[in-house]
């Protein structure tokens, strides 16, 4: 029976055989088990001796074991996951069969995910043999059946969201070395404590519902004490959340819709990311056009957390800081290589004349389709479909130098979009990391420079950084000091895109005297 259940695991999915059959040795299953188990044992222990908590009758003696059990369960899953998934891809690109995978007939959808359900096989293990004892805790605690059921459900679909993530990115960061398990799985775990602490009814409540503490907070709430601070979570700031001003926090059905929704469509999206890189390392991540229906679903989803904020500064610059990180995932997903962009521009007037649809004769549709061609204007229309979908925000709040601050955040944008492009186009070795230095310079040399100056002393130099804009954003600071800035930045992008210009005609040019020589 064994027998016939591998052959018809191999027969669906060879990738998810391979890693069975790698990691399901009897010593591996043995260590997996008594780790689960005795890791189990000792938080019955550990409840027990804890004074304050009740006998082991009690309904607070289980209940500190359900909390403690699904904390350890979702930081064990997410981050050790995480780690092992991005440490297997990097042994595989050190040991050179992931490129043998690649040569494989199996699609890049079928590697995927037998790589999630095969590489954390043990993991997956350990948790199945803690529900029974996490499940019998919860009842005693009087937590309903389906309420739980819900819980585990929010396990899986963020298993699916971060072990997603982790592929896509260990794959995408492989120049990283030995260092990406350890970087991912950090912020997998700096991600499950931030959902631990108070919502804060800004767009950072989007960030929230990608962990399942978020639903184990509505497990709580009708069991311990309004305003309980309990192992960490704060379960009495669920009442007041909103999305597009439902009330999602007085509702578990709504709350795992909208949770599952969040989960679902990230998790799309890592896929598609992984579609397009896994065949081929050279491609970006995300087509051009799949960044505008990215945009269009991640700012949604956005707004409706943002619609119930109080339009303060601090929840202006949450919302700045929030659009700033998903710009800078952008430029990561859509700036081409070196060897692409050499391809562009080397060849571009050939594609434009021999090809007769409309939007390759005009070099500004060419640079907003087009696969290889610099990302910029494309992030450009990201950031003007993310103002559009976010105007109704700022009308209804009626928040003060709106246009000013827009402005000023597509300039910084930019700047950082064409920084990494210039540095991705040089012959540099380690041109990833010197792009990503370069861009962290940018964004943090400012900060460094307000920590010393206030406000009212260095506005236009607030104004060079995201987060100076969003403590500016409503103040009476002068028109002139906006406009004086908006100039500053425009000239730092003019000259930023003359180098890059510059860049992409020398190779143009050496391509046509190389053919010319032959």
Known sequence: MKLNLLDAIGNWNPQLFRELKGRLKIGNVAIASILSLGGQLLLFLYVYVQPNVGTFDSQDYWLDLF???????????????????????????????????????????AIFTGKILGVPILLYLAGILAIPLHLYSGLRTQIPLHYILCFY?????????????????GLTTSW??????????????????????????????GLAFSSPVTILKYLLFGVVKKGYYFYGLVVADLEKLQWFYSPVGTNIASAIALYLSICALGTYWMWQGWQRRF???NTTVLSKQQSYLLVICFQSIILGFALQSNSSDYDILSLLIFNLLMFLALIAALTSDRQSLYDWARYRKQIVRSDRRLWRCYPLLDLIWSEKSPAMVAIAIDFLISVIILIPWVLLEKVDASGFGLILCLNLILIYATIAQIFLFTQIPCRE??????????????????????????????????????????????????????????????????????????????????????
């Open 279 to 281: 065949p081929n390392p």
């Open 433 to 518: 990391i010197l792009a990503i230095s370069a861009v962290s310079i940018a964004i943090s040399g400012p900060i460094l420079f307000m920590l010393s100056n206030s406000p009212g002393k260095a506005p236009i130099l607030w104004l060079s950084s995201a987060f100076g804009i969003g403590c500016l954003w409503s103040s009476k600071e002068p028109v002139n000091t906006f406009l004086i800035s908006i100039l500053c930045q425009w000239s730092v992008l003019l000259l930023l895109n003359i180098k890059l210009m510059s860049q992409l005609k020398t190779a143009g040019q050496s391509a046509s005297k190389a053919l010319l020589k032959t």
């Open 176 to 205: 990283l070395g030995g260092f990406q398990p350890w970087l991912a799985s950090a912020a997998v775990f700096v991600l499950s404590w931030i959902s631990a602490l108070p919502l804060t009814r800004t767009a950072w409540d």
């Open 67 to 109: 909390v403690l059990l699904s904390i350890f369960s979702t930081i064990g899953l997410l981050v050790a996951g995480t780690y092992m998934l991005v440490s297997d891809l990097d042994k595989e690109e050190r040991r050179g069969t992931l490129n043998f995978i690649r040569l494989s007939p199996q699609p890049a959808t």
């Open 153 to 169: 459900v929010a396990i899986a679909a963020s298993c699916a969201l971060f072990y997603s993530s982790a592929m896509l990115f």
